[in-house]
C-alpha cells in the first residue's frame, strides 16, 4: 500500500537485482548511479523482513556519509513502512542534542541510521546497544570513504555481530569498498 500511494508501479534496475538476494539474507555491494531507486532497493526488503519484529533492540543499522543522507535515508524507511504499525526508524548524527537521540534508543527501534561518527559515540556510551543487529547498510560507501571514515567503518563493524548481513550500496566501486 506504501507504494502504492508513492505511485511506484516496476522496480528499477537495481531494485530487480537487490532485492531477491536481499531477501533470501545474502551479502550484496551494490553499484548504480544516484537517483537509481538504491534506498528502496536495500530498504524495501529490510522493511519486508522486520514486519512482526517484536524485539526492542535494533536489528538493522545503515551508515551515511552525512546528516543531510541520514535523514533523508530515515525519511524514506518511514515513507516506505507507513501502512506498518509496527515498525520504528531514527536517525541519529552530530549537530543535534544527544540526549533526545539517547532517549529515543531506548525506545522500542528497528532501523537506525547515522553517521559513522554520532554512531561511534553511542556505540562507547553504551548507550546505542548493537548485539542485536542482524544487517549492516553502507550507503553512499565511495562518500564515506573519500571523507575518511574507513577507520570509523571498521571500528563499528568489529563492535558489531559476526553473523549479519552486510549490503553495500555505492555509486562507484574503489577498491577499498570491494575489500
Known amino acids: 500500500k506504501s507504494l502504492e500511494k508513492k505511485?511506484?508501479?516496476?522496480?528499477?534496475?537495481?531494485?530487480?537485482?537487490?532485492?531477491?538476494?536481499?531477501?533470501?539474507g545474502r551479502d550484496l555491494?551494490?553499484?548504480?548511479?544516484?537517483?537509481?531507486?538504491?534506498?528502496?532497493?536495500?530498504?524495501?526488503p529490510i522493511i519486508e523482513k522486520l514486519e512482526n519484529n517484536k524485539d526492542l533492540s535494533a536489528k538493522v543499522l545503515v551508515m551515511t556519509p552525512t546528516?543531510?543522507?541520514?535523514?533523508?535515508?530515515?525519511?524514506?524507511?518511514?515513507?516506505?513502512?507507513?501502512?506498518?504499525s509496527n515498525?520504528?526508524?531514527?536517525?541519529?548524527?552530530?549537530?543535534?542534542?544527544f540526549r533526545n537521540q539517547i532517549s529515543a534508543?531506548?525506545?522500542?527501534?528497528?532501523?537506525?541510521?547515522?553517521?559513522?561518527?554520532?554512531?561511534?559515540?553511542?556505540?562507547?556510551?553504551?548507550?546505542?546497544?548493537?548485539?542485536?543487529?542482524?544487517?549492516?547498510?553502507?550507503?553512499e560507501a565511495d562518500e564515506m570513504l573519500k571523507m575518511g571514515f574507513l577507520e570509523d567503518i571498521e571500528w563499528i563493524i568489529d563492535k558489531l555481530p559476526e553473523h549479519k548481513q552486510m549490503v553495500l550500496f555505492s555509486a562507484t566501486m574503489p577498491d577499498e569498498i570491494k575489500k
Open 7 to 24: 505511485g511506484y508501479k516496476n522496480p528499477t534496475p537495481i531494485q530487480k537485482a537487490a532485492i531477491p538476494e536481499l531477501m533470501l
Open 67 to 84: 546528516r543531510e543522507l541520514a535523514t533523508q535515508v530515515a525519511d524514506s524507511f518511514k515513507n516506505y513502512s507507513s501502512e506498518s
Open 105 to 139: 534508543l531506548k525506545r522500542k527501534t528497528d532501523v537506525v541510521v547515522g553517521t559513522p561518527g554520532r554512531i561511534m559515540d553511542h556505540i562507547r556510551q553504551g548507550t546505542f546497544k548493537i548485539k542485536n543487529i542482524s544487517c549492516l547498510v553502507l550507503d
Open 29 to 44: 555491494l551494490g553499484q548504480a548511479q544516484t537517483g537509481t531507486g538504491k534506498t528502496a532497493a536495500f530498504a524495501l
Open 87 to 97: 515498525l520504528i526508524t531514527i536517525a541519529i548524527y552530530g549537530g543535534t542534542d
